[in-house]
């Protein structure tokens, strides 16, 4: 059974960084994909940063320059770099995997920026 683990949560000042990870478990593939989203609170699940098998990789207008999206394929890990974090940034931030086709998602870790 494919299982998503995320880290690397918390609460920070504005302006600070934060690294999330995410590891997928349970499985021999190489996910073809794997994306962070952020849900802020009372808003929707929105996609922050995405990452191919092959290294391309996407960002919301709001994180670009900001938020740097890595992967290690034979680890099938995604780790996402935030930095210069600002309240808008808060939310329960979940990866997703896409695995043969499937997707799957993680738990979710909460990020808190606030002074």
């Known amino acids: 059974q494919v299982q998503l683990v995320e880290s690397g949560g918390g609460l920070v000042q504005p302006g600070g960084s934060l690294r999330l990870s995410c590891v997928v478990f349970?499985?021999?593939?190489?996910?073809?994909?794997m994306c962070w989203y952020r849900q802020g609170p009372g808003k929707q699940r929105a996609l922050v940063a995405d990452?191919?098998?092959?290294?391309?990789?996407n960002y919301a207008d709001s994180v670009k320059d900001r938020f740097t999206i890595s992967r290690d394929g034979a680890l099938n890990t995604a780790n996402l770099q935030m930095n210069s974090l600002r309240p808008e940034d808060t939310g329960v931030y979940y990866c997703?995997?896409?695995?043969?086709?499937?997707?799957?998602w993680g738990q979710g870790t909460q990020v808190t920026v606030s002074s």
């Open positions: 997703e995997a896409i695995v043969r086709g499937d997707k799957y």
């Open positions: 349970g499985t021999i593939f190489r996910a073809t994909a």
């Open positions: 990452v191919t098998d092959g290294g391309t990789t």
